[in-house]
């Protein structure tokens, strides 16, 4: 059964029907057109405020908003007295698998269907063979075959939420033909030349957004991850503003301030829906193999679990790609028929919040209490290509402010908001908001369908796309490469960048840094591709540029570690503010030398916005849109490549599907402790073998004098070898060690660890040897790299002494040259420290071990041989930069 409805545009320019197909058991829903002006006026804000001390390592001081406090409820929206325990999170017995018959089951599926992806033709195999091996026992596997799986899996009970699509199709006027009827003086209207489009009907599939959000507030994966109020958090002494995940930002409490002076919205909890969306191609091949998916998250998770692959990015719809010929795409009408698609499916898919915005719900938490919820519409993470089409404004100008697409560095330029738009609407004409606003006038946000939203004012800034792919890689890298052509002419531009793609071939190795075998020479891009280069490229071009090109890089580069932390503080965002300054300051010199003719870039001026959007949004590593690039992965990607390439939408939805179901029963069965110890733990071995190198026993005693005797006052190069003790024992040698630590400014692990390797390695991968540097801890009392050393591992080994065991490394040390790091680049510059003519090699213990360390050659302005690469550079340059831009954790400590 099929229910058709219209949306009409305000001004009557454009109609868009929406007609609902029922899909995989969905109940029958209406759609309702909302009213043109659904907004609340913005109200004094509360000042009542909870305190409470908290913090990790140091104490914090919080202000909690009092205005909607998640007090919680009975199932029925009743308040609870204060203390009263949750609800049992579940009912479900210990060994109740259900619909497996046991754990075996359950895992076998979730390792064939969710790790291994297995297709169904190599489940039908393993299974077969699993039940040749298990006939002489009179035994069978746990399925039969993969639709014994699949329909195993489709009947778990929880976690999916079903799929539903309707069809959007243009309803306006069409075009008529004056045509003259063969064999007579008359004429008739024909619309035999109406482009395709217009007839044509789009499918958009989705997914209720209030359930997807519902099923998050109930993960209790989330709870120790989870914001029920918004908060201030300032160090103890008040100070200092601290902003890290999404309730710490002023939006959020600014959003309580308006819902908290309605009496029936006291008590409730604020859900901010974020929202995200961004094509992605599956394939390069012929065909439709372009989706355009749309996702869901709520704020009160931790930006490191949003981050993170835990879920709470959610896949909530695939939106419609409207396609045309050549002759129509750029036609005017068909370009705002593809914008009203856009917002007009937007604002069908989050219908269901609209009630529960105004007028609270109740919703189970994860930590089995239910509260009542009152949801709103927060920040939206895109590109700038999608922020064009998400504020309806003409491409070049700024969604956030109306600086003019030619002078977009005007610092008056004043902010954008509905408000204002909605009064240009009444005054000016199309023409005029075009011209003068930047303001596609035909188009009206999704935004204007809720209360409280302001699209203008919800675009979040976007790391990924704004900074590193389009200021670094699209502008500065390119910048170069056209100013070398300008100055040198292309024989010889050519020659340097040859020379600077060796340069980046030469870079040392480093745990996490991917390598440019060849350069910077290849096509297809990726934002791994862009960060990593980040970290490698300013010594590489240093003596191939002028001084102000470098200090435009170092400026760039500090701005985008500073914005990437955590924790973002008041300092920083002064910090920031003056990276900015200096950036363009420098920036400069490519204007002067005639190598860009403007600097009215909107990716660029979008850094102007970030400090603004840090108070509001809090550290914008957690509403970047590399989260979605990995989400594509996941639930776009590998489902396609399942699936059999004909149709494949509809198998990708089950796939989906299917994915969070296994998902959801995997917590549901963790949080009753039923797959405790089910899994194999790493197993790792070392191989332990004599150690041969010059020398190795006086390095030892000198070691173990120093381990035995750590008060001695005495100058331990000066004592006598023959005081040493002498160890002549077996020896165990490994490759690497090991090590984790907090980063959380990093794509870490959860809870903000990371784990590091450095390696100590003579056949590295089989084709070179690998020596990684290390950051020593020297001096604790003194910061940055006045109370570190570097050093170069040449080998980590362990061995047993008087019943004590000792785990080592033997290193040769590097000498800091100067008392600051160099002016240019802002890294500390080293290089290799002798004992007479002999390299200063020592042992030292692996607990003095604080970091790994990331050297690049100081190149100077000579061209480097061809026989240089990556193995061998640090044998091959008298001095090394410090790279404090390797990762975040080395521009914390290497200043």
């Known amino acids: 059964m099929d229910h058709t409805f219209h949306l009409h545009h305000h001004q009557g320019k454009l109609t868009v029907i929406l007609v609902v197909s029922l899909s995989l058991d969905v109940s029958v829903f209406f759609l309702t057109v909302p009213s043109e002006d659904a907004r609340h006026s913005s109200v004094p804000p509360a000042h009542e405020v909870d305190a409470e001390f908290h913090g990790t390592g140091k104490n914090l001081f919080c202000n909690y908003h009092t205005g909607l406090n998640a007090q919680p409820c009975d199932a029925n929206g009743h308040f609870l007295p204060p203390s009263t325990p949750p609800l049992p999170l579940t009912e479900q017995l210990p060994d109740d698998w259900s619909p497996f018959r046991n754990c075996t089951e ?65 309803s306006g006027e069409k075009p008529d033909i004056l045509s003259r009827i063969p064999n007579t003086n008359h004429y008739s209207f024909l619309n035999t030349h109406v482009p395709s489009w217009m007839s044509q009907q789009f499918d958009v599939w989705y997914r209720n957004p209030r359930e997807v959000a519902r099923n998050i507030l109930a993960n209790p994966d989330y709870v120790n991850d989870f914001d029920y109020r918004p908060f201030h958090e300032y160090s103890v002494s008040k ?45 390069v091949g012929t065909g439709n193999n372009e989706y355009y998916p749309l996702y869901l998250s709520i704020g009160n998770v931790h930006n490191n679990v949003r981050r993170a692959h835990r879920d709470a990015l959610c896949l ?132 204007n369908d809720f209360p409280r939203a302001d699209i203008h004012q919800l675009i979040a800034p976007d790391i990924l796309h704004q900074i590193i792919k389009g200021c670094f890689k699209d502008h500065l890298v390119t910048w170069v490469e056209k100013y070398l052509h300008h100055v040198h002419g292309k024989r010889e531009a050519e020659r340097r960048m040859d020379d600077i793609n060796r340069r980046l071939a030469a870079a040392t190795p480093f745990t996490g ?212 003790p002498i160890y002549d024992g077996k020896i165990s040698v490994v490759n690497s060690a090991s090590s984790r630590f907090y980063a959380p400014s990093d794509l870490s692990g959860i809870g903000g660890m990371r784990r590091e390797h450095i390696r100590s390695c003579p056949n590295w991968r089989n084709a070179h040897t690998r020596y990684d540097c290390m950051f020593i801890n020297a001096q604790p009392d003194l910061e940055g790299m006045r109370g570190l050393q570097i050093a170069h591992a040449l080998c980590f080994f362990s061995f047993k002494y008087k019943f004590v065991l000792y785990k080592c490394a033997i290193v040769h040390w590097f000498d800091v040259i100067g008392d600051t790091p160099d002016e240019d680049t802002g890294m500390w510059v080293v290089q290799p420290s002798f004992d007479g003519h002999s390299l200063n090699i020592l042992v030292i213990h692996i607990d003095t071990i604080y970091h790994a360390a990331h050297l690049l050659p100081h190149y100077g302005v000579d061209f480097i041989p061809r026989a240089i690469n990556f193995s061998n550079s640090l044998d091959k340059f008298r001095a090394f930069y410090v790279n404090k831009f390797t990762d975040h954790h080395a521009f914390e400590i290497a200043f």
């Open 513 to 724: 840094l991917r390598r440019f075998p060849q350069g910077r020479g290849f096509k297809q891009w990726t934002g791994d591709d862009s960060k990593a280069l980040m970290k490698i490229y300013l010594p590489a071009i240093e003596g191939h540029v002028p001084t102000d090109v470098i200090r435009t890089f170092r400026a760039f580069l500090e701005f985008c570690y500073l914005v990437r932390r955590n924790v973002i503080m008041e300092d920083t965002i002064s910090q920031i503010e003056d990276a900015l300054r200096r950036f363009h300051h420098y920036c400069s010199i490519f204007l002067w030398l005639g190598v860009v003719p403007t600097f009215s870039l909107p990716r660029q001026h979008s850094m102007k916005h970030y400090p603004d959007l840090i108070c509001l949004f809090g550290a914008p590593n957690g509403l970047c849109s590399s989260m979605m690039e990995n989400k594509h992965i996941k639930a776009v990607k590998q489902p396609w490549r399942w699936s059999n390439r004909y149709n494949a939408l509809g198998q990708m939805l089950v796939t989906n599907q299917r994915l969070d179901k296994i998902a959801a029963l995997r917590v549901d069965f963790a949080k009753c402790g039923m797959l405790n110890g089910t899994c194999l733990s790493d197993a790792s071995a070392a191989l332990a073998i004599e150690l041969s190198i010059p020398n190795v026993q006086d390095l030892i005693g000198r070691f173990l004098f120093e381990q035995l005797h750590p008060r001695d006052p005495r100058d331990h190069a000066t004592i006598p070898l023959h005081s040493f």
């Open 106 to 170: 359950f895992e076998t599926a979730e390792f064939l269907y969710s790790r291994a992806q297995m297709s169904a033709p190599n489940i039908n195999t393993l299974l077969d063979l699993w039940a040749a091996s298990l006939l002489k026992h009179g035994d069978m596997p746990p399925f039969a075959d993969h639709k014994d799986l699949y329909k195993t899996i489709d009947n778990i009970p929880i976690g999916g939420v079903n799929w539903q699509s309707f069809k959007i199709q243009y």
């Open 239 to 283: 100070e200092e503003h601290h902003y890290q995940d999404f309730m710490s930002g002023d939006w959020a409490w600014k959003q309580v301030d308006i819902l908290a002076t309605d009496p029936d919205t006291l008590g409730a909890t604020f859900v901010p829906i974020i929202l995200g969306s961004d094509k992605t191609m599956v394939s």
């Open 316 to 447: 909530v719809g695939f939106l419609a790609i409207p396609k045309t010929t050549n002759e129509h795409k750029e036609t005017e009408e068909f370009c705002d028929f593809r914008r009203q698609i856009f917002h007009s499916s937007l604002a069908k898919i989050l219908e269901t919040f609209k009630k529960p915005m105004s007028k609270p719900e109740v919703a189970r938490f994860g930590d089995g209490h239910y509260r009542r919820v009152l949801y709103g519409l927060g920040p939206y993470i895109a590109d700038y290509e999608e922020q064009v089409l998400l504020t309806s404004i003409v491409r070049n100008w700024c969604p956030r402010c109306l600086a003019p697409r030619g002078k977009l560095d005007d610092d008056e330029a004043l902010c954008r908001c509905e408000a204002h738009r909605e009064a240009l609407f009444k005054e000016d004409t199309s023409d005029v908001l075009r011209r003068d606003f930047g303001i596609v006038g035909s188009i009206v946000p999704f935004t």
